[in-house]
């Protein structure tokens, strides 16, 4: 019998917020029963670790050079590209998306799933989204934004102006578990895709689990004493347009993260809601349960916050896949993996042939079979004069940043907190020269010739700095339709 599918996914959560995985500060009973019954797959990296991009790369399995999405910006795989969801939809699957999905330019999109219940961070209408919509049947039309304030308050945490109840968190469990139970009885198999938009920023719990934890008992950030020479362009960008880059505040840092675990315990919990009902149900044991994250969060180390670089807490993702009949329960796998390596993982559970050559990535049971048979994954946030490049193997890593005309080295086994960029380092020439020659093969071979010209190089661009003044670069982040919702004084 193929088993029905439940696909848990989180956004910007960072890889190390697992209890069972060794983060003594959070509490995530739920996720440490994945640990407990499944495979913690431990270096598992984004195709791109940017929302949009990671999405696309994820549900093709092609990686930004194949799908021509590097970015927010641009617009995913034309609609009638193959998907995972396609395959399963036409395979005798029954297929919901549920919550985020961030399908650029249309947020409304199917592409492959038979049905969704939508839930985006900012919509354009609120008739169209159904969350959105939903809320203002519920007499919550005065709520703005429902997952808290951006702009100038993206990394201020706060408390949501909504209850439990109407949180996003809960309204997206909710839908998995109607979903669950009525599947319950159906024949044929199911693929749920159940998507968080948390704990994305703004960090905003809901009451009463905004207590949950205290800024004194949060760990201080990451601050190598190398600083400098860690960072790149789009680390001083982000800094800039987040309202992140005129000093930093620790105390403040310690509450962003005491927030940003209550926002990573309140999705656990709504995870153990889901659980229950898939067991009540009598679908636990029949059930392929994946969870994994587009990307992760600075949450100030290096000085930073947001995403979009390559360090390992921003570019790794948690990755946890729970086998029916318990295969492989309790393993921890180191090595490396991919959110491309879903697409393969979801067609050979489902039973559905394809072949090696249709994906960029391997069966997750492939990987932690020790047969995966490759040394390296990548990833690649934009390109041309603004490129960012990552090639990783279970020893080095290896970056490119186009705006700095910078190369970056870490070791890996011996520096897993990247304090020291080797890449200058006269007894790792061989080394880099090695990883840098591989890495520009692979993006010729793929026809990212925006990076290279194939001449073994680099391709050269003029380096970028940030503006000097510091207002140059803030940005806005509002629903279109908000001032109409201003009263005028009388």
Same mark, same amino acid.
């Given at each position: 019998?193929?088993?029905?599918?439940?696909?848990?996914?989180?956004?910007?959560?960072?890889?190390?917020?697992?209890?069972?995985?060794?983060?003594?500060?959070?509490?995530?009973?739920?996720?440490?029963?994945?640990?407990?019954?499944?495979?913690?797959?431990?270096?598992?990296? &984004?195709? =791109?670790?940017?929302?949009?991009?990671?999405?696309?790369?994820?549900?093709?399995?092609?990686?930004?050079?194949?799908?021509?999405?590097?970015?927010?910006?641009?617009?995913?795989?034309?609609?009638?590209?193959?998907?995972?969801?396609?395959?399963?939809?036409?395979?005798?699957?029954?297929?919901?998306?549920?919550?985020?999905?961030?399908?650029?330019?249309?947020?409304?999109?199917?592409?492959?799933?038979?049905?969704?219940? =939508?839930?985006?961070?900012?919509?354009?209408?609120?008739?169209?989204?159904?969350?959105?919509?939903?809320?203002?049947?519920?007499?919550?039309?005065?709520?703005?934004?429902?997952?808290?304030?951006?702009?100038?308050?993206?990394?201020?945490?706060?408390?949501?102006?909504?209850?439990?109840?109407?949180?996003?968190?809960?309204?997206?469990?909710?839908?998995?578990?109607?979903?669950?139970?009525?599947?319950?009885?159906?024949?044929?198999?199911?693929?749920?895709?159940?998507?968080?938009?948390?704990?994305?920023?703004?960090?905003?719990?809901?009451?009463?689990?905004?207590?949950?934890?205290?800024?004194?008992?949060?760990?201080?950030?990451?601050?190598?004493?190398?600083?400098?020479?860690?960072?790149?362009?789009?680390?001083?960008?982000?800094?800039?347009?987040?309202?992140?880059?005129?000093?930093?505040?620790?105390?403040?840092?310690?509450?962003?993260?005491?927030?940003?675990?209550?926002?990573?315990?309140?999705?656990?919990?709504?995870?153990?809601?889901?659980?229950?009902?898939?067991?009540? =149900?009598?679908?636990?044991?029949?059930?392929?349960?994946?969870?994994?994250?587009?990307?992760?969060?600075?949450?100030?180390?290096?000085?930073?916050?947001?995403?979009?670089?390559?360090?390992?807490? =921003?570019?790794?993702?948690?990755?946890?896949?729970?086998?029916?009949?318990?295969?492989?329960?309790?393993?921890?796998?180191?090595?490396?993996?991919?959110?491309?390596?879903?697409?393969?993982?979801?067609?050979?559970?489902?039973?559905?042939?394809?072949?090696?050559?249709?994906?960029?990535?391997?069966?997750?049971?492939?990987?932690?079979?020790?047969?995966?048979?490759?040394?390296?994954?990548?990833?690649?946030?934009?390109?041309?004069?603004?490129?960012?490049?990552?090639?990783?193997?279970?020893?080095?890593?290896?970056?490119?940043?186009?705006?700095?005309?910078?190369?970056?080295?870490?070791?890996?086994?011996?520096?897993?907190?990247?304090?020291?960029?080797?890449?200058?380092?006269? &007894?790792?020439?061989?080394?880099?020269?090695?990883?840098?020659?591989?890495?520009?093969?692979?993006?010729?071979?793929?026809?990212?010739?925006?990076?290279?010209?194939?001449?073994?190089?680099?391709?050269?661009?003029?380096?970028?700095?940030?503006?000097?003044?510091?207002?140059?670069?803030?940005?806005?982040?509002?629903?279109?339709?908000?001032?109409?919702?201003?009263?005028?004084?009388?």
């Amino acid at each position: 019998m193929r088993p029905n599918i439940l696909h848990l996914f989180t956004d910007q959560q960072r890889f190390d917020t697992i209890s069972a995985l060794g983060n003594p500060h959070i509490h995530t009973p739920n996720f440490d029963r994945l640990v407990h019954e499944g495979t913690a797959f431990t270096r598992a990296y &984004s195709p =791109s670790p940017e929302c949009v991009p990671a999405r696309a790369s994820m549900i093709t399995g092609w990686y930004p050079p194949r799908t021509n999405c590097y970015c927010n910006e641009q617009a995913m795989p034309a609609e009638d590209t193959p998907t995972y969801m396609h395959h399963l939809s036409s395979n005798g699957y029954n297929t919901v998306g549920i919550g985020k999905c961030h399908f650029t330019k249309d947020p409304h999109a199917l592409r492959g799933f038979q049905k969704r219940f =939508s839930q985006e961070e900012i919509v354009e209408d609120r008739d169209a989204d159904d969350y959105a919509r939903w809320l203002v049947e519920e007499g919550y039309d005065w709520v703005l934004e429902p997952h808290g304030v951006r702009g100038e308050m993206y990394y201020v945490p706060q408390v949501s102006v909504l209850p439990e109840r109407a949180h996003p968190v809960t309204w997206v469990a909710d839908h998995t578990i109607q979903y669950i139970e009525c599947q319950g009885k159906a024949e044929e198999p199911w693929y749920a895709f159940c998507s968080f938009v948390h704990p994305h920023p703004p960090f905003a719990p809901p009451v009463p689990w905004h207590k949950s934890y205290r800024a004194p008992n949060m760990p201080l950030p990451d601050m190598p004493q190398s600083l400098d020479d860690l960072l790149c362009f789009v680390n001083r960008f982000q800094n800039r347009y987040k309202y992140r880059d005129r000093g930093i505040d620790l105390n403040l840092v310690r509450c962003i993260r005491a927030y940003y675990y209550a926002c990573v315990s309140f999705i656990d919990w709504q995870l153990g809601r889901i659980f229950k009902a898939l067991e009540e =149900s009598g679908q636990w044991d029949n059930t392929l349960i994946m969870l994994s994250s587009d990307h992760g969060e600075y949450l100030g180390d290096y000085g930073c916050f947001g995403k979009r670089g390559m360090h390992e807490v =921003s570019a790794r993702v948690p990755m946890l896949v729970r086998w029916p009949g318990g295969e492989y329960a309790g393993r921890t796998c180191s090595e490396v993996a991919s959110l491309v390596d879903l697409a393969p993982t979801i067609l050979e559970a489902a039973e559905i042939p394809f072949s090696p050559e249709d994906f960029d990535g391997c069966s997750l049971r492939n990987v932690v079979a020790g047969k995966a048979n490759r040394e390296y994954v990548y990833s690649q946030y934009n390109r041309a004069e603004n490129g960012l490049y990552l090639m990783v193997s279970k020893n080095w890593k290896y970056i490119f940043s186009a705006p700095d005309q910078r190369e970056y080295l870490f070791d890996c086994l011996n520096d897993p907190g990247e304090h020291h960029n080797l890449a200058q380092s006269p &007894s790792h020439r061989e080394t880099l020269l090695r990883l840098r020659k591989d890495c520009l093969n692979w993006l010729h071979e793929v026809g990212e010739h925006e990076a290279t010209d194939g001449s073994g190089t680099w391709r050269q661009y003029p380096k970028r700095s940030i503006p000097s003044d510091p207002d140059s670069g803030l940005i806005y982040q509002d629903p279109p339709w908000w001032q109409g919702a201003l009263q005028s004084p009388s």
